[in-house]
């Protein structure tokens, strides 16, 4: 399956100096949680998204790419499509 590609959003929270704690703290969830997201492991939902493109102060489209085929969460998605 290959490795998953880190969405755009981590690059711009490093720019900013922004910890995967911060991000954790203004969404509410889990540091080890935001950082499975950020790096392409788990698909966002879209309050995470609103929330993330709210503190960092862009557009969610330049922060988050939609699953494709070669993501693994995009893989889990055609997978779970396919099945239902």
């Known amino acids: 399956m290959g490795?998953?590609?880190p969405?755009?959003?981590k690059a711009a929270a490093v720019?900013?100096?922004?910890?995967?704690?911060?991000i954790a703290a203004h969404t509410g969830?889990?540091?080890a949680w935001v950082?499975?997201?950020?790096?392409?492991?788990e698909s966002p939902s879209p309050e995470f998204?609103?929330?993330v493109a709210e503190l960092l102060g862009q557009p969610?489209?330049?922060?988050?790419?939609?699953?494709?085929?070669d993501d693994q969460w995009g893989q889990r998605l055609d997978?779970?499509?396919a099945a239902g």
């Open 79 to 81: 997978m779970l499509r």
């Open 7 to 9: 969405q755009p959003a």
């Open 60 to 69: 969610e489209h330049e922060l988050f790419r939609p699953p494709g085929p």
């Open 35 to 41: 950082g499975r997201i950020l790096n392409g492991y």
């Open 29 to 31: 969830r889990n540091p």
């Open 3 to 5: 490795y998953p590609t």
């Open 15 to 22: 720019l900013r100096r922004i910890s995967n704690r911060a």
């Open 49 to 51: 998204r609103k929330a």
